[in-house]
Each structure stands twice: as structure tokens, then as C-alpha cells.
């Protein structure tokens, strides 16, 4: 079982990322993004439903958009309107067996 998140890297305050999450050795259900900034504790930023029911952290509604694909066994994160708190490791979490990507940095500065 595999989840590989790609996607990050440095952007510019008020930039964009989509970051990807694919899955294999298992068919996504739920799915979650989290992050993790240096010295902090990971949060929750989206979830997804098997039915595409979406819920987000209150810091990023309006500016960040999860999404999956089934047929790709891949969940997506939409990032806009990016700030520089914004910047951390970013992973993917499947809930129904706990699984956890590797995570991909995302920095955003200028």
C-alpha cells in the first residue's frame, strides 16, 4: 500500500500549487490533507468523502479546494491565494485503514 504525494514546492505569496495524492494497493474512501509546520502539531486542513462531501479548516475555506478522482485512485488539493503560513510538509491521510504518504513541502515566500 502506497499513498505519493507530489506537487509542492516554492511559490510566491498570492500563488497557486495543486498538490496529488495517488493511491495504490488500496481504493480511496475517505481521504484527508494534513499539515505540519515547523514546531507545530499537524492539523487537518480537508477532507473528502466517498461521496465527495468536503469539509475544511476555517484558515483555508475559500482559498484551498480537495477533490479526488476515482478512476485515477487519486485525491487533490487546490491551493489558491497562498500565504506564507501556508508553508509545511503537506500529507495525505487515507481514514478507513490509516494509511499516510510521505508528504511534499510546500513554501510559499517571496
Known amino acids: 500500500v502506497q499513498l505519493v504525494e507530489s506537487g509542492g514546492g516554492l511559490v510566491q505569496p498570492g500563488g497557486s500549487l495543486r498538490l496529488s495524492c495517488a493511491a495504490s494497493?488500496?481504493?480511496?474512501?475517505?481521504m484527508g490533507w494534513y499539515r505540519q509546520a515547523p514546531g507545530k502539531q499537524r492539523e487537518l486542513v480537508a477532507t473528502i468523502s466517498s461521496g465527495g462531501i468536503t469539509n475544511y479548516a476555517d484558515s483555508v475555506k475559500g482559498r484551498f479546494t480537495i477533490s479526488r478522482d476515482d478512476a485515477k485512485n487519486t485525491v487533490y488539493l487546490q491551493m489558491n491565494s497562498l500565504k506564507p503560513e501556508d508553508t509545511a510538509v503537506y500529507y495525505c491521510?487515507?481514514?478507513?485503514?490509516?494509511?499516510w504518504g510521505q508528504g511534499t513541502q510546500v513554501t510559499v515566500s517571496s
Open positions: 494497493g488500496i481504493s480511496i474512501n475517505v
Open positions: 491521510s487515507d481514514w478507513t485503514y490509516g494509511y
